[in-house]
């Protein structure tokens, strides 16, 4: 595949408040690249589903309520997300540009990238390099390049968001603008 480099100026055409974009280009075009985002598709997909997840790039975490939202608080002890400790719901909020959420999901990342330290300290996935690769190893393990190689934006958005599928107009939106901008 070519070697698909990603602009600010790409990035601030789709989406004008981006931020963060001279801390996370060079590792987004570093990592795109060896993890198999490489094609036109394949790059505006990732990027679109980020752009929207993470508000522009703005949020690397969660915002956590004082006192935490409804939803929140059903993250401590939630099972189903590993959270079998407590402090766990916001020890293991939502992190990274899609959002990688509780205990079990932590433990699965920090195997994938073989990084024992991110179980000790989950804020790094809040950290440029971490918030990318957790939406990549998102990617990865879902398959998502699958929607992306079939111009797929609903099956992609649904494998991220959900049924509710929310956001899914923005994110055809940052796709389509993305896949305008990208020249070979």
């Given at each position: 595949?070519?070697n698909i480099t990603i602009t600010k100026e790409m990035i601030l055409k789709t989406c004008p408040s981006a931020t963060k974009?001279?801390?996370?280009?060079?590792?987004?075009?570093?990592?795109?690249?060896?993890?198999?985002?490489?094609?036109?598709?394949?790059?505006?997909?990732?990027?679109?589903?980020?752009?929207?997840?993470?508000?522009?790039?703005?949020?690397?975490?969660?915002?956590?309520?004082?006192?935490?939202?409804?939803?929140?608080?059903?993250?401590?002890?939630?099972?189903?997300?590993?959270?079998?400790?407590?402090?766990?719901?916001?020890?293991?909020?939502?992190?990274?540009?899609?959002?990688?959420?509780?205990?079990?999901?932590?433990?699965?990342?920090?195997?994938?990238?073989?990084?024992?330290?991110?179980?000790?300290?989950?804020?790094?996935?809040?950290?440029?390099?971490?918030?990318?690769?957790?939406?990549?190893?998102?990617?990865?393990?879902?398959?998502?390049?699958?929607?992306?190689?079939?111009?797929?934006?609903?099956?992609?958005?649904?494998?991220?968001?959900?049924?509710?599928?929310?956001?899914?107009?923005?994110?055809?939106?940052?796709?389509?603008?993305?896949?305008?901008?990208?020249?070979l």
């Amino acid at each position: 595949m070519s070697n698909i480099t990603i602009t600010k100026e790409m990035i601030l055409k789709t989406c004008p408040s981006a931020t963060k974009l001279d801390l996370l280009l060079p590792e987004i075009n570093e990592l795109c690249q060896k993890y198999n985002i490489n094609t036109i598709n394949r790059i505006a997909m990732f990027l679109a589903q980020c752009l929207h997840e993470s508000g522009g790039f703005k949020y690397l975490k969660e915002i956590w309520g004082n006192p935490p939202t409804a939803w929140q608080v059903k993250y401590e002890g939630h099972v189903g997300l590993g959270n079998t400790q407590p402090g766990d719901g916001k020890l293991f909020m939502g992190r990274g540009l899609v959002q990688l959420t509780g205990r079990k999901n932590y433990q699965a990342f920090a195997d994938w990238v073989n990084n024992p330290e991110i179980m000790k300290n989950p804020a790094l996935v809040s950290e440029p390099k971490y918030a990318i690769l957790s939406a990549i190893y998102y990617f990865t393990i879902n398959n998502l390049n699958k929607f992306s190689d079939k111009d797929d934006i609903v099956g992609c958005t649904k494998a991220i968001n959900g049924k509710k599928m929310l956001g899914l107009e923005e994110r055809k939106k940052y796709y389509n603008s993305l896949k305008a901008s990208i020249i070979l």
